[in-house]
């Protein structure tokens, strides 16, 4: 915990961390969940992991999986539907050309959500990953929106125990994902009930925006719903331990949220590669509440009013005074 | 003409173009708007000229300037308020914390709307270049965003006779300026109405967007009024030749404009700083009839089709086909 | 072949191109040697297979492997030393803070070196893609670079009989590999006998430079030994289809091969995730094909006088008449 | 004063700052150097002012501005030649096509030494930011670095008692600059006496580079003289405040500038646009202050030691201790 928010992080966080030339990844492989929950436990503060439907949780061990997170006083705050991790789903899922590929994905989704509804999960995370393009004249843009949508509503209407949140990527794994932005997302849901957006931090920074006007904009929508955690250098989603990066910005993001009134989830989507993960996660929520006792440090109104003179010195010494607490 | 579309340019194509280092420019300053007007009519097919309030056009010389171009046959597609040229602007216009200031801005669009009204010229092109930030806490996103919504609302309520066209641009002069891409551009205009969007390629190039993706998707929300064409290296507002760089994406976007019926003008907003003005508009031109030749020549139907098909490999051999001609 | 070039690509094109999300890839996975070998077959012009150690090719599959290329009349341009696909090189392989580790390092460059004098394979590619470091204060800049130049130097003085190339690349696996850029790969290797570099086409966009200069450059230092081909949106190794993004950068890049005397080979080292294999891989030589035969259309003289005058339309002028036929 | 290190600045951080699109400038314009040097004052800790060959320091005032900066206890630490601010020079200065250009960019060089030489400053600055090109098929890659090799030559042979200093930039004001990076820039000049390097901090950033990789690679090759400091966003030389978007990166450029023996001037290549000149100065240096005290603080040992790890995590960790003060 952090305040009001709960501390997540992503299942995977502890798995062994693969890329596309390590296959088996850099971390040991082939841990059991009950070893990766041991692992979750020993990071100060960790309130809850997500999960992938299918992968980490289905019909089969749903007793098996509740048990072993209640046994360890752990909440499952996501259930993330696969939607990105096979062969079928490569030309794309929600928005694919196939009607039925297309009709498969929005039963991924409901099934995740009769899932979460079983383990009192509150939404799932709509990540269509595949849903993009590679090259020029490769995608009727104005097909896979109309698609993404219908997908989104049908989803949406499942039940209504649980929220569909959209999480939006500018590439990754396709060079162009449709869901690229705060905007662009936001544009994709308005009207649809019962949905909302998951913002990805380094989506978010990969995708060129500034994460504190995103974070706004979402909020004048009504539509920040969840946040993840993690930090890149903008040109790709390296998945890296908060903050490691990109402080200022950090810093002006812990200081919207509470100026939006989020309270929700923070959890890390990091993937320490070559790290080991209790630590890299250890040292994330090391920076998560750094950054807010920065913000508090200050004030709300100190900060408030720095802003409001929107001077361009007065904003980087601000930045400064944050961190040496010199306030 | 090309076919139905206009072709246009911006009359500082003919200046002396400078930049910060070269604050004279690097072509012949000191031209009269005589002069500029005579080199813009060697350009082959070029149909008119954008001016910039106040300083192309104002109530001094209106009726004088008129004749200039009837003169010459050429028409004024747009006039563009000068919200970004002066000191007084540097920390906002339309966006600014100063009541004062976002009140002139209005004014001065307003003023274009009249201008623009009595030459017969149907857009006024609202570029909002100084609002935005360059320092993290240096701006309060919520106020900019209403600020913003309430200058475009109160400029489009002015008269119905001239459009007021948003055009988005993600940074430049500002490290980064708040209407950023088309899908913001969407959000902000939702509303309001007499307002349209104005895509500039390379504004959308910069932003990261595909540029063909932009158009659709502001085609579908009935925004898509006027398109700038220019190239650059995605970096920066480069302001390069049409096509200079990439040949695929304007290839793509050609197709799209068929495709979304857009009937408007294409008017050239480089700034060829090293090159001969008319040489560079020329060849420019050179590059959009080549863009709409090959996708003419192909047709609709039959790229439509590749497309539908999602093939990447087909994808690339579409292009390859359309430039070298073994359709 | 293309002229005086061959045409390769590596084996693992036929696989099964494998991302961090999907790991058993978008292809068919499981193929054997054969058939990733008959698939090679099918792509017309294609005259031999790079293959990575260990992997493809080791003490005891090596009469095999030789025979089966020898029965479908290919070569072998390359072996590759695999210093990347497994958790032990996972924190650097020759510029390593583990003795032990660098030493296993050159030792499996060495192993790949006999391998290639074995096969009559002239090079192998030492691509240290693991050797980098992913945050700031986690490298020692001065010691890797002592490292690579000592372990570099020591693969190369194994034997003369096969030629040690560097291949750069400015980041993954790492968000920051050492070796990247062709000017710092020429510092590297400079003063040591029997190593060149291999420019991969990809790695030099990605890395935010411009091709052609990158190759006129290592010719310069005679250190254009290889080349690989590929494309991408300069954001990430996309390994996409050969000039499906970058087409004047490609024409003159084919264009400075020609005049800096590039003999060698053209192998393509793309992942076509998505693509049918075959067809990918043919259509980028059909690209290969088009870029030489666009330049020789024009000829090298005619192509040089336009760069001698240096003017900015000429030479966009240059790339249309070049692309549509019209010189 | 800042250790051994004299802290400096660009005169022009005084004046108006212009862009593109405000060509008089943010500031106020038409500031007399008396009065710029009374602004540089008011920054506490500068001991230093570059000046513009030409526009600041010529012939017919030399004897002039020797009294200005003496009467303040001011240095002249650089003097630059102006090779970027005239129409003449816009195709190129040490690597223009045209013979005459280049003579006359080797005397501007020389002329400046012989300034520098009177008034007992110790170097020049060579930054060939027009010698580049825009578009591919523009640029003899080849007779450029040639060109570029012999005018350095040249201006290094004229006099030992100023040293010449290159110093490289990606892009602005060409798309592509010749001199683009450190490896690049000590390449160029090997072999050639009399001849260093400056390194831009915000030219190292927007390239690409890791900025303490570039110091520790300079210094290797004994040829970090002169260090240059600003921040920006990495897609354009923003020239912003010192340390005001990257904070881990400055702070282990800090490390190495010690680790290197680093002991000449810290100068602030700024361009506060917006700002207020004299207090984005100050806050510049204020942080420069804060970076060397954090390293200082922790201490050279302590930190090589979590280099020599070369653990993640421990790396940024470290950062949030060195800015903590959690030592």
Same mark, same amino acid.
């Given at each position: !915990?952090?305040? $009001?928010?709960?501390?997540?992080?992503?299942?995977? $966080?502890?798995?062994?961390?693969?890329?596309?030339?390590?296959?088996?990844?850099?971390?040991?492989?082939?841990?059991?969940?009950?070893?990766?929950?041991? !692992?979750?436990?020993?990071?100060?503060?960790?309130?809850?992991?997500?999960?992938?439907?299918? +992968?980490?949780? #289905? &019909?089969?061990?749903?007793?098996?999986?509740?048990?072993?997170?209640? =046994?360890?006083?752990?909440?499952?705050?996501?259930?993330?539907?696969?939607?990105?991790?096979?062969?079928? +789903?490569?030309?794309?899922?929600?928005?694919?050309?196939?009607?039925?590929?297309?009709? =498969?994905?929005?039963?991924? @989704?409901?099934?995740? !959500?009769?899932?979460?509804?079983? @383990?009192?999960? /509150?939404?799932?995370?709509?990540?269509?990953? /595949?849903?993009?393009?590679?090259?020029?004249?490769?995608?009727?843009?104005? &097909?896979? +929106?109309?698609?993404?949508?219908?997908?989104?509503?049908?989803?949406?209407?499942?039940?209504?125990?649980?929220?569909?949140?959209?999480?939006?990527?500018?590439?990754?794994?396709?060079?162009?994902?449709?869901?690229?932005?705060?905007?662009?997302?936001?544009?994709?849901?308005?009207?649809?009930? #019962?949905?909302?957006?998951?913002?990805?931090?380094?989506?978010?920074?990969?995708?060129?925006?500034?994460?504190? %006007?995103?974070?706004?904009?979402?909020?004048?929508? #009504?539509?920040?719903?969840? @946040?993840?955690?993690? &930090?890149?250098?903008?040109?790709?989603?390296?998945? !890296?331990?908060?903050?490691?990066?990109?402080?200022?910005?950090?810093? %002006?993001?812990?200081? +919207?949220?509470?100026?939006? *009134?989020?309270?929700?989830?923070? $959890?890390?989507?990091?993937?320490?590669?070559?790290?080991?993960?209790? =630590?890299?996660?250890?040292?994330?929520?090391?920076?998560?509440?750094?950054?807010?006792?920065?913000? %508090?440090?200050?004030?709300?109104?100190?900060?408030?009013?720095?802003?409001?003179?929107?001077?361009? $010195?007065?904003?980087?010494?601000?930045?400064?005074?944050?961190?040496? *607490?010199?306030?």
């Amino acid at each position: !915990m952090l305040g $009001t928010h709960k501390l997540g992080a992503c299942l995977p $966080t502890f798995a062994s961390c693969a890329d596309r030339y390590c296959l088996t990844g850099y971390g040991r492989g082939g841990k059991t969940m009950d070893e990766m929950l041991d !692992m979750a436990k020993q990071v100060q503060g960790l309130d809850g992991l997500e999960l992938v439907g299918n +992968w980490h949780i #289905n &019909d089969a061990n749903m007793k098996k999986v509740t048990s072993l997170f209640k =046994e360890r006083g752990l909440a499952i705050p996501m259930i993330v539907p696969d939607l990105w991790t096979q062969e079928k +789903w490569g030309r794309g899922s929600l928005a694919s050309r196939d009607t039925k590929i297309r009709a =498969e994905a929005v039963a991924e @989704v409901k099934k995740c !959500m009769d899932w979460a509804a079983e @383990v009192g999960c /509150q939404f799932v995370d709509v990540w269509p990953g /595949q849903d993009g393009f590679d090259y020029s004249f490769q995608a009727d843009f104005t &097909d896979a +929106w109309k698609h993404l949508r219908d997908g989104v509503a049908a989803c949406a209407a499942h039940t209504s125990r649980v929220k569909v949140l959209v999480e939006y990527k500018l590439k990754e794994p396709r060079t162009h994902c449709f869901i690229s932005s705060a905007a662009k997302t936001i544009l994709l849901v308005q009207g649809i009930a #019962n949905v909302g957006c998951l913002l990805d931090v380094g989506h978010s920074l990969a995708a060129g925006e500034n994460v504190a %006007e995103a974070a706004a904009l979402l909020a004048q929508y #009504n539509l920040l719903d969840y @946040v993840h955690l993690n &930090d890149n250098y903008r040109g790709w989603d390296d998945d !890296m331990i908060v903050s490691s990066v990109h402080i200022p910005e950090f810093l %002006e993001l812990a200081y +919207w949220l509470r100026k939006v *009134g989020y309270k929700g989830w923070l $959890t890390l989507d990091i993937f320490p590669y070559r790290e080991l993960k209790v =630590e890299a996660a250890t040292e994330s929520f090391e920076w998560v509440r750094t950054l807010f006792e920065c913000v %508090e440090a200050k004030g709300l109104a100190a900060i408030g009013a720095v802003i409001d003179r929107g001077e361009g $010195t007065e904003a980087v010494r601000l930045v400064r005074e944050l961190l040496r *607490g010199k306030a």
